[in-house]
């Protein structure tokens, strides 16, 4: 009876008493925590943005015991910066033993800089080993800054729509009550865009950098940039153009308020497309290549001397087939289609339209010199232009452009090659050689593999072994997969999760070794015993997505590759 009480109420028992030792130890730490007391103090009311001020940090030993091994350590957030060391965020401090009643304080001085949301919270951590007991403790304390948000006002004008190579106008004005100098800290109005944009005028002209100018030159209070330009584009493309005012701290800039507008490009009278007559998006070593550049004229009034050109740039091309009735500049690598070799550029009526075209190579091989000279990519920029400016455009003249750019796939390959004697894999084999029927004579088989000019993954490499040929699980890789055996299909299967471009051909091949036991059967004398079926590979181009395949031809005891063997030597004897 009483042992069949106590198997009921153990259980409960253990339970409560560890209850009241999480409770007890609790209240311990938190008595011994409770005497250590951490502050910050900060200025009163809002900080100013760029400004210096100071930052109190304090640790007070107010408990009964000494503590060890003091440390603290101050965490600025993002919107703070030590004016000493801005790249800094932790500040860490050895402070050593405590003992009771000590008082540790230090300023130090820190910066707000412009952020979303004007509140950044500081945390002072202290950590320490109570003299009492052998615990390391730790307590944290975090104090808000409030910074005082500016008022500034910014305005950016620019057209929704454009044509290519129209002039545009770009005005961005402001308005600002930050002081615009103060020694800590400069105000600066900037204006991003795309480099394409060519610039005719600018006003006014920045003292600085092309895009930047510092509010103490234009104006302290409000004032206004202007800026002229033009770019060229293709029909339907876009792009925009960002104004920001900036303040410069410590020397880095940090955006205060930005603006940005969106222009989209008006499809242009004359209509041109650059296209590759397969369609293809990847293409291949030593693959012929048909470009096509259609144009049309849009416009209600004939365009006149109409000129094409296209600039072909990529290390895959092989200028040596180019075939083309353009003119050819072999040192810009650019082809030009006027009047001069086409007479119907000469005048295009409306809705009149026609095409000029190219062909050339891919190169057999690849340029690679490094294990960076990877995904290589044909690119050709193509533009046409024409003196006549359709009304009421007021552009100088009518152009449109296109481009193109294909990948060029990598390069999977593998060699197979079956060995009896093997040094180098340090794997001893035995048996009769040349085979003998019924006797069992073991062979090592190598996949090697190579892959050039792109980064593989999922990389898959089996074979099937022959009748009579069994897998005794003796493997070796200078990779961290070895090959399987799948005892159902008979294959031998080598995965790997990536292969790093140009393995193989700048460094070492990836290689798998696997030992297989023969016994050759009476049918097979005189002949070479069939070991290893095709051998299959195929992996993922990370590249350009492709699928890419290899194979190796069947493996048999004739030994090609073992410089030990003599011709003849792997026929089967009865």
Do not use: C
């Amino acid at each position: 009876m009483n042992s069949s009480f106590w198997k009921k109420v153990r259980i409960p028992f253990f339970v409560g008493l560890l209850i009241l030792v999480l409770v007890a130890g609790f209240f311990l730490y938190e008595r011994l925590r409770g005497g250590v007391d951490l502050a910050i103090q900060l200025p009163d009311g809002e900080v100013e943005l760029g400004e210096p001020f100071d930052m109190e940090i304090t640790l007070a030993n107010n408990s009964a015991n000494a503590l060890r091994n003091v440390r603290l350590e101050l965490h600025l957030p993002e919107g703070l910066l030590l004016a000493d060391r801005p790249d800094e965020k932790i500040i860490s401090r050895g402070i050593g033993d405590m003992g009771n009643g000590r008082l540790h304080r230090e300023t130090v001085k820190v910066v707000a800089v412009p952020g979303e949301n004007p509140n950044y919270t500081a945390k002072l951590v202290a950590y320490y080993v109570p003299a009492s007991i052998s615990a390391n403790l730790q307590k944290t304390e975090e104090k808000e800054t409030r910074v005082r948000k500016p008022n500034v006002l910014l305005e950016l004008g620019a057209p929704e729509r454009i044509f290519s190579n129209e002039e545009l106008e770009i005005k961005t004005s402001y308005k600002n009550e930050l002081e615009p100098e103060s020694g800590n800290y400069s105000l600066e109005l900037k204006l991003n865009y795309p480099p394409d944009l060519d610039i005719i005028s600018r006003e006014p002209i920045p003292n600085g950098e092309n895009n930047n100018w510092r509010l103490a030159d234009i104006g302290l209070r409000e004032g206004s940039v202007t800026v002229h330009g033009n770019i060229e584009l293709p029909d339907s493309a876009s792009f925009n153009v960002r104004a920001e005012l900036v303040m410069r701290i410590l020397g880095k800039e940090y955006p205060v308020v930005s603006a940005t507008k969106d222009i989209a490009i008006n499809p242009s009278p004359l209509a041109f497309r650059v296209g590759l007559g397969s369609g293809k998006e990847t293409v291949e070593l030593g693959e012929e290549l048909i470009y096509f550049l259609q144009y049309k004229n849009n416009a209600n009034v004939p365009l006149e001397d109409v000129v094409i050109s296209a600039q072909l740039t990529g290390e895959m091309f092989d200028f040596g087939s180019l075939e083309t009735n353009g003119a050819a500049d072999v040192l810009t690598d650019t082809l030009v289609w006027s009047p001069t070799q086409i007479k119907d550029l000469e005048i295009l009526e409306p809705n009149e339209e026609g095409q000029v075209s190219f062909a050339i190579k891919v190169r057999n091989d690849y340029p690679v010199q490094g294990v960076n000279n990877k995904n290589f990519v044909l690119k050709v920029g193509a533009r046409i232009e024409s003196p006549t400016v359709p009304p009421p455009l007021t552009i100088n003249k009518t152009v449109n452009s296109g481009k193109l750019e294909t990948k060029v796939a990598g390069k999977l390959a593998i060699e197979a090659g079956v060995f009896f004697r093997d040094a180098a894999a340090k794997i001893v084999n035995g048996g009769p050689m040349p085979p003998k029927v019924g006797a069992p004579t073991k062979f090592t088989i190598h996949w090697s593999l190579s892959n050039a000019a792109t980064d593989l993954g999922g990389v898959e490499v089996k074979a099937k072994l022959e009748n009579g040929v069994s897998f005794t699980g003796k493997v070796k890789s200078n990779t961290n997969s070895l090959p399987q055996f799948d005892p159902v299909t008979r294959e031998v299967i080598w995965r790997l999760e990536r292969i790093p471009a140009n393995s193989g051909v700048i460094e070492a091949k990836p290689e798998a070794i696997f030992q297989v036991e023969a016994v050759p059967s009476i049918s097979l004398v005189n002949e070479y015993m069939p070991l290893l079926s095709t051998t299959e590979l195929r992996g993922r181009d990370e590249f350009t997505g492709a699928e890419l395949r290899g194979s190796a031809s069947p493996l048999t005891t004739r030994l090609e590759k073992d410089s030990t063997v003599q011709v003849g030597d792997g026929l089967v004897r009865q």
